[in-house]
């Protein structure tokens, strides 16, 4: 559907973004503690796990539109 493709390339974007801002989030926040930066990025893993699974397919819709 319409919404799923939209969301499909948001979360490509997010990917893209997230792969840029690594070097900038994970290395100053290393010198305090190795799991802050892995604790956030599995936080957002989670999130988008999350989500998965509430923009499930509709029941009554089919499956190519």
């Not at 892995?38 to 190519?64: C, H, Q, R, W």
Request: aromatic residues 10%; proline residues 6%; charged residues 10%.
């Amino acid at each position: 559907t319409n919404i799923r493709g939209t969301a499909v390339g948001f979360c490509n974007s997010a990917s893209r973004i997230s792969g840029i801002l690594t070097p900038f989030v994970a290395l100053p926040l290393m010198q305090y503690s190795v799991i802050l930066p892995l604790s956030i990025y599995g936080a957002f893993a989670l999130a988008g796990a999350v989500l998965t699974f509430v923009f499930v397919k509709e029941p009554n819709m089919d499956a190519i539109q």
